[in-house]
């Protein structure tokens, strides 16, 4: 979208007046950590591989855990966390598209350079777990996690990460809405996505184009074009 403020790094926590919440949550960020932390000591295997299109693009060293994605939660995940999701719905953080999940990169990989063209998303990585050397580059700046603090990016911008380490490293990603977007522009975004959810989960059914089944039934282009301009009407 055209006219949002672009910058490859956001520091969210140094402005409380656009981004009320993120001061507490770092605050919190023990809440979260903590859970997360039981969690894991007791279910090892937490993270699976994402979908065969998301290890390509994030490749199979990344996987997460996802509690929201297109402005639904996941309830039984939700369950898994109850202190973390009570901590996020409490703080009215404007969340966006891909939602909230924790994710994990393994040691010895990385994200390749990619960008989601999404300039109307911001997305927030909570460290929980960061070894030395981890590192993210977005545009031509390189930042590290730190833990219990956030690292804000646009993801618009192209971006790598790499984990040279022996441990996993693992961060909370929290996608936002822009705060630059009108509440028109928002909601109109909203729209958009929940259409896309509904129509992924079977919601929406799937019709083919009037044109495609004219087409279809041996009308060839004529039938097509019939079709697209109102000819051969019935």
């Known amino acids: 979208m055209e006219g949002l403020t672009a910058k490859p790094f956001w520091d969210v926590s140094s402005d409380p007046d656009t981004f009320p919440w993120a001061q507490k949550l770092e605050a919190n960020a023990n809440i979260i950590a903590q859970e997360f932390q039981s969690k894991l ?20 060293g990344w996987s997460a855990f996802r509690l929201q994605r297109l402005g639904v939660w996941n309830v039984e995940n939700c369950k898994e966390f109850p202190e973390t999701y ?11 598209v891909r939602g909230v999940c924790f994710a994990r990169q393994a040691p010895g990989s990385g994200v390749q350079p ?3 063209g999404r300039n109307f998303i911001l997305t927030s990585h909570l460290g929980l777990k960061v070894p030395e050397g981890c590192w993210m580059q977005v545009g031509e700046e390189r930042r590290s996690w730190e833990e219990g603090k956030l690292t ?9 990460t790499g984990n040279p380490s022996d441990s996993d490293r693992h961060v909370l990603i929290i996608d936002f809405w822009h705060p ?14 929940d259409l896309r959810n509904k129509f992924e989960t079977g919601q929406v059914p799937f ?14 282009i004529a039938g097509l074009f019939g079709s697209l301009f109102g000819e051969n009407k019935k």
């Not at 000591?41 to 699976?48: I, Q, W």
């Not at 009570?86 to 966006?96: G, T, V």
């Not at 630059?180 to 996505?193: G, K, N, P, S, W």
């Open 41 to 60: 000591d007791r279910e090892a295997a937490l993270f699976s591989g994402d979908s065969a299109w998301q290890n390509d693009v994030m490749g199979k």
């Open 86 to 96: 009570k901590l996020l719905k409490s703080l009215n953080i404007p969340i966006a």
């Open 114 to 116: 990619h960008s989601d």
């Open 152 to 160: 804000t990016l646009d993801t618009s911008f192209e971006h790598s």
């Open 180 to 193: 630059d977007l009108t509440e028109a522009e928002r909601a109109a975004l909203i729209a958009v996505y």
């Open 207 to 220: 019709r083919k184009p009037k044109a495609l089944l004219k087409e279809e039934e041996g009308q060839g």
